[in-house]
């Protein structure tokens, strides 16, 4: 489930973000700043997977979508390289700590999990263009663009919130 969650709230960066960006940033600028989210995850993952091994999941699930909502927040602003610098540590976190911990739980094989991975990765790609769409049309139309970026960062500060209280209550 947080794998999807992940995913739907990644795709909403991913999806809507040069739409965004065309007429308020420069063209060398916007990929400059994806070409930098790339080589962020790339070289940041690696880096970092010691330590994201060795947190707990709520940890790297408080982390992980707080630096989405950071980033998020960000767009709204125009700050568009430092909102992907955030985004990109924060999925060099999460990302992997969903694989290890879908690895942890399940008796599973590896095939399998990562099987179940990539179809909640599909899910959550396919739950942000169902939502993420619309809703960023609603935006665009009231002429108020820079609060979807709101919107979306308030879902990553209620998402792991709500996980963590259901898996408590559980």
């Known amino acids: 489930m947080v794998t999807a969650l992940s995913l739907y709230v990644y795709m909403q960066f ?5 739409s965004y960006a065309q007429g308020r940033v420069s063209t060398l600028t916007f990929g400059l700043a994806m070409m930098g989210y790339s080589l962020g995850l790339a ?3 690696p880096l970092v997977s010691g330590w994201v091994q ?3 999941y709520p940890t790297a699930m408080l982390i992980g979508f707080g630096c989405l909502a950071a980033g998020m927040t ?4 125009v700050l568009i390289v430092p909102g992907v610098a955030a985004i ?3 999925n060099a976190v999460l990302f992997l700590k969903n694989d290890l911990e879908a690895l942890a739980r399940s008796k599973r094989s590896a ?4 099987g179940q991975q990539r179809l909640a990765v599909g899910i959550g790609a396919c739950l942000s263009g169902l939502v993420g769409g619309p809703l960023y049309g ?9 609060w979807f970026w709101l919107a979306v960062a308030a879902q990553c500060v209620v998402i792991p919130l709500v996980v963590l209280a259901t898996r408590r209550g559980s």
């Open 14 to 18: 991913y999806q809507y973000l040069s």
């Open 43 to 45: 070289l940041l993952q």
């Open 54 to 56: 060795r947190m707990s």
């Open 74 to 77: 960000a767009f709204s602003a």
């Open 88 to 90: 990109s540590f924060g």
């Open 111 to 114: 095939t399998v999990v990562f």
């Open 138 to 146: 609603v935006f665009e139309r009231a002429g108020h663009l820079p």
